[in-house]
């Protein structure tokens, strides 16, 4: 039989008639994953579908994470600023969070201040195991890192005869129990990568930045998602975000209350335009530690209570 380590996905084959005795009496039964140490108990219920070779999983009681992709097939909207510091303030609020990050620009880990050794590329090749790849970026908070050596892995799914747009899921499907929330940041422009990430997510953060022709972008990109939709009815267009609301100048404003006819239902409190997030990468910092006290900051703080329908989340 094999238990899985809810921790670290690594899956370890066990003796049954080693655990059996405990099953029999009654007693918990505790597991210490051999390859991250984490020690964690192993449920008697499933147990017993483990004679028949089925896989347990994790604590009691531990639903899956909510996996929230955000995308938009324009550049510089503020996607990578957006899942960064969503991603920062969701854990400081004390959930437990896995940023991924599918771009091969690898910005996540730059605005983190982090330099993963290893990534995504790795865990979608098989290469190394989940717990090998993801980086402890803070507290509560994971990173599975991008980068250039995406382009490689793009051509390795393109080439797969079929299911190529589950590769991704397949990589990340033992890790959703593991966290409570799982944000993808995403490149620009349409390709395999993305599909596989609209493949893997049930929810679709858009960040739409409120300078030129947002509203044209927003249209084409949600052509793109009603074409995902027809195969894949479980993800949804849930959050649209307008960034770089600057109030001194008109358009913006405009286009915000243009926005709001459309999208009642998705449109988002607004993130301003601000010099301390256009800082904040090159110090490694979220906008929470740069400039806690910046509207930025407070502008980010709504975006995470709408997003964990919290309204107490990181007051
Ligand atoms: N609200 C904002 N105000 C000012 N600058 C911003 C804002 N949001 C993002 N930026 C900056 O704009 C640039 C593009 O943002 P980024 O998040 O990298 O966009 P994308 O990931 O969509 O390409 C970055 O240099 C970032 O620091
Ligand atoms: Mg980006």
């Not at 531990?62 to 324009?74: E, G, H, N, P």
């Not at 050794?117 to 195991?129: F, I, K, P, R, V």
């Not at 972008?217 to 027809?230: P, W």
């Amino acid at each position: 039989m094999i238990i899985i380590c809810p921790k670290c996905s690594r899956r370890h084959k066990v003796n049954p008639d080693a655990v059996k005795p405990y099953v029999q009496s009654g007693k918990k039964l505790f597991a210490t994953c051999k390859a991250c140490k984490y020690r964690f108990p192993v449920l008697t219920n499933t147990l017993s579908d483990l004679e028949s070779g089925a896989v347990p999983t994790v604590p009691e009681g531990k639903t899956r994470a909510r996996k929230i992709c955000v995308t938009l097939s324009k550049g510089g909207v503020g996607k990578t600023t957006t899942s960064v510091n969503l991603s920062c303030g969701l854990a400081l609020t004390g959930y437990r969070v896995l940023l991924v990050d599918t771009d091969t620009q690898g910005q996540s880990g730059y605005m983190l201040g982090k330099k993963p050794g290893a990534g995504l590329t790795e865990l979608l090749t098989g290469e190394l195991t989940p717990e090998e790849c993801i980086l402890e970026a803070r507290n509560n908070l994971w990173l599975l890192g991008g980068g250039k050596s995406l382009a490689g892995v793009k051509r390795i799914i393109d080439r797969k005869s079929f299911g190529a747009e589950w590769a991704l899921s397949e990589a990340l499907s033992n890790l959703d129990r593991q966290y409570d929330f799982i944000i993808m940041d995403t490149a620009p422009g349409w390709d395999q990568l993305i599909v596989n990430v609209l493949f893997y997510a049930t929810e679709v953060l858009v960040p739409v930045a409120l300078e030129v022709m947002p509203l044209h972008g927003l249209s084409e990109f949600l052509k793109s998602l009603g074409s995902i939709q027809k195969y894949r009815k479980e993800i949804e267009l849930k959050y649209i975000v307008p960034t770089f609301l600057d109030t001194r100048i008109k358009g913006p404003q405009t286009l915000y209350a243009q926005l709001k006819r459309l999208y009642p239902d998705q449109l988002c409190a607004p993130v301003h335009y601000s010099e301390s997030l256009a800082e904040a990468p090159s110090f490694g910092k979220s906008i929470f530690e740069f400039a806690p006290g910046s509207r930025a900051s407070a502008d980010y703080r709504e975006l995470v209570r709408t997003v964990s329908m919290n309204d107490k989340a990181f007051m």
